[in-house]
């Protein structure tokens, strides 16, 4: 039914119906105290009584005991996570409570039946401590409503936090045990409540009424949930003041019921400061890891996706390198083949999947055998995209216009120059290269560096090695100035003869103390086992650089070839 009623009023006035919402522990709150106390007024002669001094005094003194370890208590929550809450409203809030505390305590012990402190204990006493007590926990809350919650303090020394609730308290004490006539009575026995302890009563619910409201106006802006307790407890507060007007006598039902009021409220402000600084920390701290932990649930998986998109394009790169390697040594020459008189026998280890060395040999016509090997810059798929145009381009420009009448190896340096310049490669990409002749006919040798900076060896027999120095420019885009900076040399071989063509990466293995292999070194293994033939040879040669660099991993593509004269 009552579900039904609610559904109705929220289709008819949403608006009205998300207000009350909001609100309702107030509406809530204000209606349960409110049904107390005025069922405790209209039922007065059912049940009103006056208790036993022994019995009332047990549970006044329970009552207001807790009471003050929950203001106690409220106060070390903040005292303790001071450095922390820099909130101004906490601290006065805390100050104020631990002096009411402590007023509360001198209320317990000079209540009429109670052994007292300084002096012995009486209705007067007691009366004038709770006013006190009742004035300053109104002022401090009314205070509060006015100070922001988000104005901080830089700092407040711990020694005034507690120093001065404390002074305070003590002085008090001191006051109203030695000098009990400075405020007038405010109980009168066989007379009940004077109209002074009344209009007190009266002005106190006036200030907790002030900051009801303003803690009310703050949460309809803030919809802060704490407020909520401090708006309960101000409402339970003001009910507990009410029922303080009433009574007659300090054991009856009134009496008793503002004690049971203000244990409740109590309750509240510490609730609100216990969530403030340890509850409501930890609520954020647990939201927080949750969020983290989707977070991180949810980067697991994007991680994977990631990772498996990853090593699917890595296998794809894998794949293509894999192409690449075979494409690039299907163009490159046989290892091992003769042209009539001349034997060839190469090796050639690239440093990645592709490199960027290059060579090859061309019949022209049945005499010439043209030749070539370089090494372009860099390594892996540009270089090895560049070696694919520098060898065709070669093949293209070895002949005039298509015929059988070839150019010489300087003049195909200069075309293969002036063709790079025209391309659009980067112009941080180079080439360096050697390109010449064999004539098969008399064994001679004519070739034009293109900056190759490693110099041809020749075994002469009898461990004879010649070195055949040469100079040249790289094939590189600096324009036509450059183009006729390439020479040409010319070499006779005999038969017997064998020559060494080679890139740097093969002189520049390192071994375990960095040393280079060098071509002083190269040079002995030419005379050593240059008697051989090719292929033996370069078993020798191959063997002589693992044996130099030990297990070091070599830092540029390997790469040569020998050619011996029949």
Not at 48 to 70: D, P
Not at 381 to 392: E, G, N, R, W, Y
Not at 426 to 438: H, K, R
Request: charged share 20%.
């Amino acid at each position: 039914m009552n579900s039904d009623v609610s559904d109705k009023m929220k289709k008819s006035n949403p608006i009205i119906y998300n207000q009350l919402s909001d609100y309702k522990f107030a509406i809530i709150s204000f209606l349960v105290s409110g049904l107390i106390f005025y069922s405790v007024r209209f039922l007065e002669k059912y049940i009103y009584q006056v208790f036993g001094t022994n019995q009332y005094l047990i549970f006044h003194t329970i009552v207001e005991f807790a009471s003050i370890i929950m203001c106690v208590a409220s106060f070390l929550v903040v005292y303790y996570v001071g450095d922390r809450d820099k909130r101004l409203r906490i601290k006065v809030l805390a100050g104020v409570l631990l002096l009411v505390g402590c007023i509360d305590f001198w209320h317990t012990f000079s209540y009429n039946g109670m052994p007292g402190l300084l002096v012995p204990s009486s209705v007067q006493g007691a009366t004038t401590y709770w006013i006190i007590g009742r004035f300053i926990l109104a002022g401090g809350i009314l205070l509060c409503s006015f100070i922001s919650i988000d104005v901080n303090v830089h700092s407040i020394r711990k020694s005034i936090l507690v120093g001065l609730p404390l002074f305070l308290s003590l002085f008090i004490l001191y006051i109203l045990s030695y000098y009990p006539t400075v405020l007038p009575p405010l109980f009168i026995e066989g007379e009940g409540l004077t109209p002074l302890k009344n209009w007190l009563e009266y002005v106190i619910i006036l200030m907790m009424f002030i900051a009801f409201i303003k803690f009310l106006i703050e949460y309809g802006k803030s919809k802060r949930n704490t407020l909520a307790y401090m708006i309960v407890a101000l409402i339970v507060s003001m009910f507990s003041e009410l029922a303080f007007t009433n009574y007659g006598n300090v054991y009856d039902t009134y009496n008793l019921l503002g004690h049971v009021y203000k244990l409740i409220a109590s309750y509240m402000i510490f609730r609100l400061l216990f969530i403030f600084n340890i509850n409501y920390p930890y609520e954020e701290l647990d939201k927080a890891e949750k969020e983290i932990s989707k977070y991180a649930n949810n980067l697991e998986v994007l991680v994977r996706h990631r990772t498996e998109e990853v090593e699917i394009a890595n296998e794809q790169l894998l794949q293509d390198l894999e192409y690449a390697k075979s494409i690039q040594k299907a163009i490159m020459p046989i290892k091992h083949e003769n042209f009539d008189n001349v034997e060839v026998y190469s090796e050639y280890i690239a440093f990645e999947k592709v490199g960027g060395d290059f060579y090859g040999f061309e019949n022209l016509g049945s005499d010439q055998l043209s030749f070539y090997i370089g090494d372009v810059a860099g390594h892996g798929v540009p270089a090895a995209m560049m070696t694919i145009f520098l060898k065709q381009t070669l093949v293209m420009s070895n002949y005039h216009n298509s015929t059988k009448e070839f150019f010489h190896p300087k003049e195909v340096i200069q075309n293969l120059y002036r063709e790079y310049n025209d391309t659009d490669f980067p112009l941080e990409m180079y080439a360096v290269m050697l390109y010449g002749i064999f004539n098969k006919k008399n064994n001679e040798m004519i070739f034009s560096s293109g900056g190759l900076n490693t110099f041809p060896l020749i075994y002469e027999g009898e461990g004879n090695v010649r070195v055949v120095e040469h100079t040249g420019f790289p094939i590189c885009k600096f324009g036509e100035e450059f183009c006729n900076s390439f020479n040409e040399y010319t070499v006779q071989l005999y038969k017997g003869n064998k020559v060494l063509f080679y890139t740097d990466g093969l002189i520049e293995i390192t071994n375990i103390h960095g040393e280079d292999f060098s071509e002083a070194r190269l040079v002995k293994v030419m005379s050593e086992y240059g008697h051989l033939s090719p292929k033996e040879l370069s078993y020798k040669i191959t063997k002589e650089i693992k044996r130099f660099s030990n297990g070091v991993k070599p830092k540029d593509d390997i790469h040569y070839f020998i050619v011996e004269l029949h």
